[in-house]
């Protein structure tokens, strides 16, 4: 049984439509990663399960329940930790601040225990607790965004083009820890990436969105070697 399940979804901003009858499912323990050119309406999918897009039709599922049209922090509270690919962090704040205001949710005698599980993921991040966000490498920054995410023990992790603008070498340590996340800590992943390539290889299972239409669903491996990926992607029609 899938942990989320969106059925038949149309969904955009305001009176603009942007995704057409979208199915999609994420099960538990698992990486399901979502694919497509740019302006394909990957992040409209996200916002959508995160309750910050318009739903015109369909309904949204988690763990059995529905929350289609919930408000955003109702849906934060049920266990969906969203994590845009933009504005996730606070330049002017410490690492460490950062983690507590990112655990807000939590009681807070459970903050420093939190944070403390979390730079044993990240540990990394333990030299520069007390540094401000913003001097941190892309990578480091994007390690701290995850962290945050994770920082209210969430049930499923959206992720939104976590690679953007990093240099293959930190693209691979950040998806190198997406797995680990995975194997070693049983989390459920939805991975919304650019970077198809990379995602494929590292999916449970793959999902193709071109102009707000899904084009395919199914095994990462078989959509990365299909003969005809490239106008797949590109949403070229015969």
Same mark, same amino acid.
Do not use: C, W
């Given at each position: 049984?899938?942990?989320?399940?969106?059925?038949?979804?149309?969904?955009? #901003?305001?009176?603009?439509?942007?995704?057409?009858?979208?199915?999609?499912?994420?099960?538990?323990?698992?990486?399901?990663?979502? @694919?497509?050119?740019?302006? &394909? *309406?990957?992040?409209?999918?996200?916002?959508?399960? !995160?309750?910050? &897009?318009?739903?015109?039709?369909?309904?949204?599922?988690?763990? *059995?329940?529905?929350?289609?049209?919930?408000? +955003?922090?109702?849906? !934060?509270?049920?266990?969906?930790? =969203?994590?845009?690919?933009? *504005?996730?962090?606070?330049?002017?704040?410490?690492?460490?601040?950062?983690?507590?205001? !990112?655990? =807000?949710?939590? +009681?807070?005698?459970?903050?420093?225990?939190?944070?403390?599980?979390?730079?044993?993921?990240?540990?990394?991040?333990?030299?520069?607790?007390?540094?401000?966000?913003?001097?941190?490498?892309?990578?480091?920054?994007?390690?701290?965004?995850?962290?945050?995410?994770?920082?209210?023990? +969430?049930?499923?992790?959206?992720?939104?083009?976590?690679?953007?603008?990093?240099? +293959?070498?930190?693209?691979?340590?950040?998806?190198?820890? @997406?797995?680990?996340?995975?194997?070693? #800590?049983?989390?459920?992943?939805?991975?919304?990436?650019?970077?198809?390539?990379?995602?494929?290889?590292?999916?449970? #299972? !793959? =999902?193709?969105?071109?102009?707000?239409?899904?084009? =395919?669903? *199914?095994?990462?491996?078989?959509?990365?070697?299909?003969?005809?990926?490239?106008?797949? #992607?590109?949403?070229?029609?015969?």
């Amino acid at each position: 049984m899938a942990m989320l399940e969106v059925k038949n979804l149309n969904a955009g #901003y305001g009176k603009l439509k942007v995704l057409f009858d979208v199915n999609f499912r994420a099960k538990e323990h698992e990486i399901t990663v979502l @694919v497509g050119p740019n302006g &394909a *309406g990957k992040t409209t999918l996200l916002n959508s399960i !995160a309750g910050l &897009a318009t739903i015109f039709d369909g309904q949204i599922t988690f763990n *059995g329940k529905d929350i289609t049209g919930m408000p +955003p922090h109702k849906i !934060a509270k049920e266990g969906i930790s =969203y994590l845009l690919q933009m *504005g996730n962090i606070v330049s002017g704040l410490t690492v460490r601040e950062n983690l507590v205001i !990112a655990g =807000y949710l939590l +009681p807070k005698d459970e903050v420093d225990d939190r944070i403390e599980e979390i730079l044993n993921i990240f540990p990394r991040l333990k030299e520069f607790m007390h540094r401000k966000a913003g001097t941190l490498s892309g990578g480091e920054r994007r390690m701290l965004a995850i962290g945050m995410a994770l920082m209210r023990r +969430p049930k499923i992790l959206l992720l939104d083009e976590m690679t953007t603008d990093l240099a +293959p070498i930190l693209v691979k340590m950040v998806l190198e820890k @997406v797995v680990e996340l995975r194997d070693q #800590y049983k989390q459920t992943i939805v991975l919304v990436e650019q970077n198809a390539k990379r995602a494929l290889e590292i999916g449970d #299972y !793959a =999902y193709l969105l071109v102009s707000g239409t899904m084009r =395919y669903e *199914g095994s990462p491996e078989e959509l990365l070697h299909h003969p005809q990926f490239s106008k797949l #992607y590109l949403g070229i029609k015969e």
